[in-house]
Structure formats: C-alpha cells, structure tokens
C-alpha cells in the first residue's frame, strides 16, 4: 500500500470516525436513560374497564359515529378518510392513492393526475398504506384498543398509578408492536409507552395532551412529542 493510499484510507476513517461516534455515544446515552422492559399486565375485566374509561373520555360514540375523518400529517400527507364506506384518498407529493379497505383490489393511483397501472400502481398502493397505517394510528389509537386481534393488559406503575397496555397481535405494518397508556385524573390519555419492532429503544413515551374537540364531538390529537420530536396532526376536520 502506498503512503498516498495509506493517507487517504487515515482522512477516511478519520471523517467516519468524526461523523458516527458522536450519533453512537448519543444513542448509547438514550439508550440507557430511556431503554425499558416491556412491563407485565393483567388480563380481564379490570384491563377492559380502564379502556372503555378511556374511550368514554374522548367520546367514543360521537367516534364510532363520525363517518368522515381529513387530516394532514406532518405537513407531509394529507388524508380523506371516509370511515363509514372504509376508503381513504392519501396524498403526498406530486401522487394521490385511493385506497378501498373492503377491496384491495379497486385501490387506485395517480401520480400528477395520471392513472397509474402495474408496478408503479402497486408500490403506490403499498406506500399509501403504510402512511394510512402509521399516520392514522398517531390519531385514533385510542379508539383501536377493542378492536379484533388487540390485547389489553392492567399494569400497576409506581409514578403513574394503572396504566393500560395494549397488544396488537395482527393488522397494521407491524404487528405484535405494544403501547402502555398512562392517564390523568380523568381517565384520559396523557401519553404512552412504544415497544414497537422499528423503534431500537424500547419503552419512549410520546404525549398524547393537545386535544382537539371535532364538529362530531369527538376529541382527536393535533400534537405529539416524543423525545425532541413533534408530530403534528393539523387541518383536523370530522362529519357525520
């Protein structure tokens, strides 16, 4: 090996060394201040009781009732979501999907306005859903806790007296993931805790505080924060 190549491998290493230390020691601090064992619950009616308390805080019926939900999500994608027929039109950029839960197969996608077909349409598809999955969750969790394949466990925490824990053993983009409601006086969410397989620190608590009442009644989200993020949930409009 030259003392050319010799030098030139040192500056790269170097530079690699200068770029990645500082992100590996901050995420070994965050790791270790905020890394969390997945807390062990309850089954039963005690779990279930916490739940619909929670639900009735936010006005579960005018929810169940409301059958057209828009929002946009951190100012990235934009969501029409007609609930009662289960379609949403997803848009992003310069492409917009229709997407039809009831049948997959009558999704559609356009990008600048033109119909997409094959490949591009299915990866559109595809995209879509996984923001509708994500996005729409940062809005409704609350609302999903009874829903087919969830689990609900009652912890009881030392600092946050009984929290709820909730299971999500299939549906969405990644199934098996786990979230600890904690609660105010009220019974109405304050925040929760994320065991979710994307995430590599287990146990990050996101707020759940900046509630908004919709023209149905029922209280949606506009703003999370977890760590030094912030998701906003802006353009929040519901109908019957």
Not at 14 to 41: A, D, M
Not at 60 to 76: C, G, Q, S, V
Not at 90 to 108: A, E, G, M, T
């Amino acid at each position: 090996m030259s003392k050319r190549v010799k030098k030139t491998f040192k500056i790269v290493v170097g530079v690699v060394i200068f770029l990645t230390l500082p992100s590996l020691l901050f995420f070994g601090f965050l790791f270790f201040k905020y890394n969390e064992n997945l807390p062990i619950g309850t089954p039963g009616k005690q779990a279930d009781a916490l739940a619909t308390k929670m639900l009735k805080s936010l006005n579960y019926d005018a929810y169940k009732n409301t059958h057209y939900i828009e929002w946009t999500f951190k100012k990235r994608h934009h969501f029409n979501w007609h609930k009662k027929n289960n379609i949403c039109d997803v848009f992003w950029r310069n492409n917009k999907v229709i997407l039809n839960f009831n049948n997959p197969n009558k999704s559609k996608a356009f990008t600048n306005n033109i119909p997409q077909s094959g490949e591009n349409a299915t990866e559109l598809i595809k995209k879509a859903t996984a923001l509708f999955n994500n996005d729409s969750f940062w809005l409704v969790a609350p609302f999903k806790v009874f829903d087919v394949g969830v689990e609900r466990r009652l912890v009881k925490t030392e600092t946050h007296g009984d929290a709820l824990l909730v299971t999500y053993t299939q549906g969405g983009s990644t199934p098996g993931d786990s979230y600890l409601w904690l609660f105010d006086e009220n019974g109405k969410p304050k925040a929760f805790k994320i065991w979710a397989s994307i995430l590599p620190i287990k146990g990050l608590e996101a707020s759940w505080t900046d509630w908004k009442t919709t023209e149905t009644g029922a209280e949606l989200p506009t703003f999370h924060k977890l760590l030094v993020l912030g998701l906003e949930l802006d353009d929040i409009r519901a109908f019957n």
